[in-house]
């Protein structure tokens, strides 16, 4: 079955512009979903689909898709925004979810 | 308000086995599909299991099928994940997710919209 990739690891100065990718076949026929996790708390969706942000997630979070490859942004990178960021999509071979490795963001 | 409340996880021995439930509220549960997710302590998030609306489609991640099982009571607003021969490596925080599957013309999305607070599964003996 696919995957979904992600790094590991990115950082951003506080302030700053950060983009975290997710990688994977599945990509070029499901959007992305993208969800935040801190310690300790539920998975929270942050961003979905072309342009689509939940309801009390700050528009600093924004997403797109290019080919097998979608990005989730935060432009102004806050102090309350470093955790674990996830993307997931189903496999449509098998229409099982896929979850990315996650990346774990640091604001510095 | 829209909720999702598990419950039902505790230690249980190597090989034994568990049943959790998640209790929805504040939206018509009969609409949308459902979803298991664990997270293992350190790791990230693993898909478990999921099940539409009706019950017609029900999907497992390759290593939970035939141990697991996933199963719904649209009537009492209840998701259920039965978990047997459960081993060490099960040990995790187990989530439920609302889960809204739709296509477009461009793409399918596929949205875990709503979670809950997870439940606490450590397999040990």
């Known amino acids: 079955s696919s995957e979904l990739t992600q790094d590991p690891a990115v950082s951003v100065a506080l302030g700053q512009t950060v983009r975290i990718t997710c990688q994977g076949d599945s990509l070029r026929s499901y959007s992305a979903s993208w969800y935040q996790v801190k310690p300790g708390q539920a998975p929270a969706l942050v961003f979905h689909g072309q342009n689509n942000r939940p309801s009390g997630i700050p528009d600093r979070f924004s997403g797109s898709t290019s080919g097998n490859t979608a990005s989730l942004t935060i432009t102004g990178a806050q102090a309350e925004d470093e955790a674990d960021y996830y993307c997931h999509a189903r496999d449509t071979t098998d229409n099982h979810v896929m979850f990315g490795g996650g990346t774990r963001l640091t604001v510095l | 308000e829209v909720q999702l409340v598990e419950s039902g996880g505790r230690l249980v021995r190597p090989g034994g086995s568990l049943r959790l439930s998640c209790a929805a509220s504040g939206f018509t549960f009969s609409n949308y599909g459902m979803a298991w997710v664990r997270q293992a302590p350190g790791k990230g998030l693993e898909w478990v299991s999921s099940?539409?609306?009706?019950?017609?489609?029900?999907y497992y991640a390759d290593s939970m099928r035939g141990r697991f099982t996933i199963s719904r009571d649209n009537a009492k607003n209840l998701l259920y994940l039965q978990m047997k021969s459960l081993r060490a490596e099960d040990t995790a925080v187990y989530f439920c997710?609302?889960?809204?599957?739709?296509?477009?013309?461009?793409?399918?999305?596929?949205?875990?919209?709503?979670w809950g607070q997870g439940t606490m599964v450590t397999v040990s003996s």
């Open positions: 099940i539409s609306s009706a019950s017609g489609y029900i």
């Open positions: 997710a609302r889960d809204d599957v739709y296509c477009t013309s461009t793409a399918c999305h596929d949205v875990f919209d709503i």
